[in-house]
């Protein structure tokens, strides 16, 4: 007798005798055989895959837990590479804090650096700087740990720097793998904590030591121009408003890593006004004298490979901040012919070339590292210079031989853009629907981009350097 139904007998879930051969074979004349393998027990489809997923993570927790000294190589790589973007952790002092296992609250922050900082290597393609990573753990479980390091600590009697900065640290990750609703939560949930330690109040700092109160100056500026660049492109309202009797931001302790710091903390504090000052009755000089401001903010001086990442993200950041003024500005006031103007109908195309020009002055790589928040605002000025086109053709059809005109830069911008590899930025679909509507008169053609910078601004534009033609502006 066979231990189980037939072969047939299964197939057509008829009650099988189980005898060699049953009988309901013999009846039919088939041929009783048990040679199929048996279905795994148990729950199957999309329950079964939730269960598997479960399990795995289950086994992967406890033993896929990171050890302390791959920690430690990301906070001195995030020392080396970021610390400039992000100048708000003691990496000596929180090196120290991890080797203590009882440290939960520093456990949960190396986490979220480290996920991050791996994150930014799995994702964009880092120029190679002798610098090597240890790549063991996934970001994804290093994330997943800084989260459930968290849950004992988030509702504590009295929330302290470490859980702001982790929340800090995991909306930089899940905006850059674009979890913006979980991103925008984790932010908001960082300025709570920096207003419940009066961050943002002037008299916090009354009888802090320097270095402390700098520190925490650096913490809440760096929440202020997150959350101004993140609400701007998401159209969200802000809650963090800085006390105007703040000390002022220093840059004596460690001039060469902060000085990039404070020139972009400068900056967004002068984009801050322009967007906050305006007022119904707004005339043209206030805009156009702002954009003045905006064009003057000293930039920070490169003088290693991570100051030149800082000058990446001021340089391409103050366009795009120039582009946002505008379009705020055109809801009040009449927009003139003078191309040149900063309140001109051809404005985008000022700002595309000089974002063009930042493109093929740095590396790709430095450009694609700095994440969605880059991705966005490249994506924005390309969609202006694309509504440009689109509402005045004269404009497009207006080339020389000897000049690249605004839809060649567009087709560069958006070639660039639509070739950044793992790329979540909600604003590509939109993109896409502008440059392929009917308005262009011919097909979108993406330049190829190899490991050396293109010598001409797309396929088919033979002949014109691309530095010489961004800088010529008519």
């Known amino acids: 007798m066979w231990k189980r139904a037939c072969d047939p007998c299964a197939a057509r879930k008829a009650k099988c005798d189980r005898h060699s051969p049953c009988q309901r ?55 080396q590479e970021s610390y400039t973007l992000w100048p708000v952790i003691d990496v000596e002092r ?14 949960a922050l190396c986490t979220a650096i480290s996920a991050v900082i791996l994150q930014r290597t799995a994702q964009y393609r880092i120029p190679d700087n002798g610098q090597s990573y240890p790549g ?39 905006a850059n793998a674009g979890k913006i609703r979980e991103a925008t939560l984790l932010l908001r949930e960082a300025i709570t904590v ?5 961050l943002d109040q002037g008299m916090h700092y009354a009888n802090l030591p320097i270095e402390e109160a700098q520190l925490h100056l650096r913490i809440v500026w760096l929440l202020h121009i997150t959350e101004r660049g993140h609400t701007t492109r998401f159209d969200f309202p802000r809650i963090l408003h800085l006390d105007p009797n703040l000390p002022p931001l220093q840059a004596a302790e460690d001039p060469s890593s902060l000085l990039p710091f404070t020139s972009m903390c400068q900056l967004f504090q002068t984009f801050g006004h322009a967007m906050d000052d305006v007022l119904p009755g707004a005339i043209s000089d206030f805009f156009h004298g702002m954009d003045i401001c905006l064009q003057n903010t000293q930039e920070p001086i490169p003088g290693s490979a991570v100051s030149v990442s800082q000058l990446v993200d001021f340089l391409i950041t103050k366009q795009w901040m120039r582009m946002v003024l505008w379009k705020r500005a055109i809801f009040h006031v009449e927009l003139s012919d003078d191309i040149q103007g900063s309140l001109s109908v051809a404005f985008p195309e000022q700002v595309a070339r000089m974002a063009a020009k930042y493109i093929v002055d740095f590396p790709r790589e430095l450009v694609e590292a700095h994440g969605l928040g880059m991705h966005m605002k490249l994506a924005d000025i390309a969609i202006s210079v694309a509504d440009m086109v689109s509402c005045m053709p004269r404009i497009s059809a207006h080339h020389h031989r000897t000049r690249v005109g605004a839809v060649d830069v567009l087709k560069y911008l958006a070639g660039f853009i639509f070739s ?11 993109l896409q629907e502008k440059v392929s509507g009917e308005a262009w008169s011919s097909p979108l053609e993406y330049p190829p981009w190899g490991n050396n910078r293109p010598d001409d601004i797309y396929r088919g534009i033979k002949k014109r350097k691309l530095m010489l033609d961004l800088v010529a502006l008519e």
Not at 50 to 76: F, H, I, M
Not at 101 to 106: G, I, K, L, N
Not at 420 to 430: A, E, F, Q
């Open 25 to 79: 074979c013999k009846a039919h004349n088939l041929s009783c055989t048990t040679v199929r393998v048996s279905a795994k027990p148990g729950p199957k489809g999309p329950w079964s895959n939730r269960r598997k997923s479960r399990t795995k993570t289950q086994k992967l927790s406890p033993g896929a837990e990171p050890a302390r000294d791959e920690l430690l190589q990301y906070l001195y790589i995030y020392l």
């Open 94 to 107: 929180m090196s120290s804090r991890l080797l203590n296992t009882a440290d939960v609250s520093a456990y």
């Open 136 to 174: 063991i753990t996934e970001h994804s479980i290093l994330a997943a740990e800084s989260k459930k390091a968290r849950t004992s600590l988030l509702y504590s009697p009295r929330p302290d720097l470490d859980i702001l900065l982790s929340s800090f640290f995991l909306h930089i990750y899940s």
């Open 194 to 198: 920096a207003q419940l330690l009066e």
């Open 420 to 430: 950044i590899s793992n790329s979540v930025n909600p604003r590509l679909g939109l």
